[in-house]
């Protein structure tokens, strides 16, 4: 469907969301397309599922009432997609996958739309795309969302106050567990590449241990703090991991210990494989528990609301401005443009001498390798 | 240690908490202690770490102070066991696991303290050696704490409704990401014999497949749900399951399915198993959260609080009387007290015409089963 | 409007929700609207704010997709309203309020609609009304909608947990600010007539002094039990007082200390009055924090959306037997009928014996009596 | 008593909490306490009750244990005390307050216990008072404690998030009631000179209406957005305001509104009035809650325990370098040392082109000037 425009005298954007689901996804919907609507009286149409909408030409108007309300639910209003690259886009032939470059259709269609402006949400990988559209011609604005926290040229995205809040409380819970049964408790979160969620969530919550994918852990390091607690009166511990935590030695290592592990269908991840590991050298009782999906729904933090809402608006001006191939950061409170060139160069790793591992370490927390 | 009582005058009784951490422990203890201080001026011991301090002799006297400020705690201020069964005591000798009965050790250090009643706040484990130990000669008075509400003789135990809120809350953060997905997510909540959260927290929180041990269930009917839900518009989909649910069938089907599978090592569980089987099927994308440990720490619910006060200060009545033998339960909102012995007779189980599972299936709710 | 009925075949039934905001209204929508539609193939219409949209004739018809995801959602989305009642209909003529009988009205209106059943989610001011309107002929089915807890005919009424969750996680919040201060803190809490929320929430958070109406309370037995605390170290109180809670002497008492107040201004409330006489008495510094709407709003608990939907399916059930002129409620677990006859008599008030009273003091809690 | 320090080689530092109760306090304790114990080896004595400890010399010993777990906690161990500056020591004298300078006593006392430094966390009160004892000769390090966040010379201050987390989540809770009712709520927060909870809890709870110290307002601004919303369809509006917002005219204008008012006795503050204003001029139903020490309480968010772990021991790295005379601020998130005297100078405000009004403004929220 094409909207003819002969008649139409104004300006139009476009939103998408790609990606994981995030708290302040549709905060962030809602600032855009608000001050779009009031401020510059701009129409908004929002691409539904992500690139798959933009290669499938799925969209819908947004009015303002469609935007109204929404400030407060956690989710995307727009659906998302993690499997969409336009530019490597996944099909089933006979069964099997296969990849096609569909960023010329994509293309086609946004210009269908004759928008001014793509804005698009979402984390490394939705904004890498962004990227090569832009290179491509498209004039695209990104915002970054990833309860990860590891995008570059962003101090913080939204979304991640609010996975930190939700697997602080989480371990909050599990300490009463630990104390009561005297255990090691190992609470993973999410994290592939990056510690942001357990390394805050960690301090936040006073895990005594915590392993994070940018330090290598040795797995007597861990086990000598435990048992010093233990000596010490203090009958439990809990470890916060980040799901792509490593010991020293990496993946090798983990692989071996499953292999020998006497109860191989249980080792789902890296806490279980730490689990089984304390147990067998500490003689003291484990559990695991793995946080998953649950950090990524729910209401935004009243935090992640208020940033979700200045880097919206933000967008709008910089539209305004014709500042396009940049993300909305936030860097030392303010708000900045960044390149999209230096968000897609990869991920924002903790670095080893961040002052919140320092201020960890400070009070006698553990981070594995000392 | 024996303390002196020659000179002692104050009636004197003992609690000790067993079994699994579970909210609102401390709600009982403090209620036990209180009224047994204030309206009876008798002199409370806390027995430490379950069946374990009854046999290594461990215990601290509870002042009035003790028990003030822990009504909200989650966890037990007396710390707890699971493996501490005094006819049935695990010993570690040469490596290997023998089982001894200190029973008589155990009722010896009863006598000691000289209690006119043993207070023994847990599950079914816990209670079934109490009933033990009461049909030995010691005067017990058992409460019902499960996050699993499987105990016999109440329709509810203390700790079941904190869980059944935790899960609730996380399966409605579960719902964002599913909608914004267009995912099935599988949340696996505990329950190995009953089904009493999943089922709660399931019609709670309007999940759209509940599956249960007490309802085996046909994985075709629940993959036929899922797609009629998606024909409808409803992308997505949210599967509630215990942990002990099974499929027509039973274990062996299981089995075969975790053989089969291209990934053994993710199945950690059900909830895996049902992952991978509803992706297979329907070609929609899955994702399995297991809330574990989630469920059993943290403040309990004003709910809880409640009933764990009511059913505390009843226990002490019941010392008062010296009804011995007893749990006390709560049966269509009054307080009764219910043999120990028929506690013992093993777990309830859900019944498959409870008034909550008939109102879920006429909301659309499906069991897996037709 | 009236819709052209003949050349349809499906039975219709109507909903509306009268009187205060609560938790689990839109719970209890759903529950009947998704059995009626799923179950009985009925077609529902929702009226809306409540018995204004029933004399003015505004409604709309509830699709199945109208009530899908609503469960979780505060508010009611028919709209509410407070001072409809058709027999009693406030009217402003030259600026002068003015009552009007419109029943006739309302009952055509309803009659136009062709529906088999009314039903009316309300409290008692909603259902007493709808006893009236089933005398003058309207089938009708009453569901008890309350956070107030004080309908007669029902154990309990949903919104009532949640609003007594709410009031907890609020005392408790209050608690450290009260131990850190030293001070007595003062929480005022809904509850005119009857003092279930005051008890209920008092009892859970561990408040010390606990003030309902159906307890006149002694002003010296509160400062008593105040300096009693302090002296044994406790430095701080805790006062829960319902709304309505009166001192003996009744509102003549409270009427000459608001007079003889050096700061009239503040003393909105019974909260304040108890403020200033406490630190006037004790010498000990006071606050007040009155927890007013904050209860009626947000997200139902897990029981109350249960409970919601147990109540909301059993009417459809009732509808189907032609049982109308019946409030459903809860009796000792089980739903029941209870005529609206017998719920129009009035509030249901704490008994003075109750159980959770009797629990309450057992624990050492003064309610200002003894 | 004065600890005989002769034998002592530790070096030792004292630690005092003073002003109103706010979460986090008890994390940075905890910070302050395990850096200096673990890293430095020193003794850390707590000064219970603000400087009324100072002045009557309480304060105890804090080991190790006594600051393990208790980062979750809300309120403050130490005790605290809002009046009880040393150079204006209220005292009762035959009924009569009067002051008296002690701060000659308060710093003998201080140097008794031969500590290197004397921590002080507090507001401005306590941290102008803790300028003045480092200018009479007391090695001192501030750290900024306040819901309100109106402190100089940091750009945050801990408990803010946490406030507004609280102040939010109400919010949220009153929308539902508001559109339910189709009612002007309004919700007061405190405020007395700085709006920063007001404007941010406001933001993130999607006010329409948000008034703050910084901004006067027009009534008729406000009621003109109350009835626009109304002409579109938007039947309710929330009011966020500060308990220290003025309209234009300032206090005389409130008093007499007050004065004129048919039922003073309501009039506890500025949301009272707006209400009834609002009411008058609208003819819409209003309703005001006031949250008040509802957001003083309970544990710390996530944000706040970071923050204040890292605030506590940057303090002890400034007391190793002997930097006192400073309080600890964050801005541009990195710490930095702040003159005492800076923070002296008066509260900080809200800027009136601070980029979160700036944001709001252009999503549609009315600051009641425009």
């Known amino acids: 469907m094409r909207i003819n425009r002969t008649r139409l005298k104004r300006e139009r954007i476009a939103i998408l969301t790609g990606g994981g689901d995030c708290p302040g996804i549709n905060a962030v919907i809602r600032a855009v397309a608000k001050k779009a609507i009031i401020e510059k009286d701009m129409e908004v149409i929002g691409i539904e599922d992500g690139y798959h909408g933009v290669i499938n030409n799925q969209y819908r108007i947004l009015h ?110 599990i300490h009463t567990t630990a104390q009561s049964h005297h255990r090691v408790m190992i609470v993973e979160v999410m994290g592939h590449r990056a510690g942001w969620v357990a390394l805050y969530s960690g301090v936040a919550a006073g895990g005594d241990i915590i392993l994070i994918p940018e330090i290598p852990y040795d797995i007597n390091v861990i086990t000598e703090k435990v048992n010093e607690r233990n000596k010490k009166g203090k009958r439990f511990s809990i470890v916060v991991v980040a799901e792509g935590a490593k010991p020293k030695g990496g993946d090798m290592v983990i692989q071996r210990i499953v292999k020998e592990s006497s109860d191989p269908i249980r080792l789902g991840g890296i806490g279980f494989v730490l689990g089984e590991q304390i147990e067998k050298i500490t003689g003291l009782e484990t559990r695991t528990v793995v946080m998953g999906h649950l950090l990524r729904g729910g209401s935004p933090t009243s935090f992640d609301r208020i940033l979700a809402t200045r880097l919206g608006t933000k967008a709008v001006d910089m539209i305004g401005n014709k500042e396009f191939g940049y993300m909305v950061g936030m860097k030392k409170n303010s708000l900045v443009a960044v390149l999209l060139k230096e968000v897609a160069r990869g991920p924002k790793t903790v670095p080893l001498n961040h002052p919140v591992i320092k201020a960890a370490r400070s009070v006698g927390t553990c981070f594995g390798d000392d």
């Open 64 to 173: 303002y009432e469609d935007v109204s309300g929404i400030l407060t639910l956690g989710g995307t209003i727009l659906g998302t997609s993690k499997t969409a690259n336009p530019y490597r886009y996944p099909l089933k032939k006979r069964g099997k996958l296969e990849f096609q470059d569909r960023s010329k259709i994509a293309i086609q269609n946004i210009n269908k739309h004759d928008v001014s402006c793509l804005v698009c949400i979402g984390g490394d990988g939705t904004l890498s795309i962004a990227h090569r559209l832009f290179e491509d011609g498209v004039p695209i604005i990104g915002l970054p969302k990833t309860i990860d926290n590891d995008l570059r040229g962003t101090d913080i995205t939204f979304g991640f106050d609010s996975a930190v809040s939700i697997a602080t409380e989480g371990i909050d819970r």
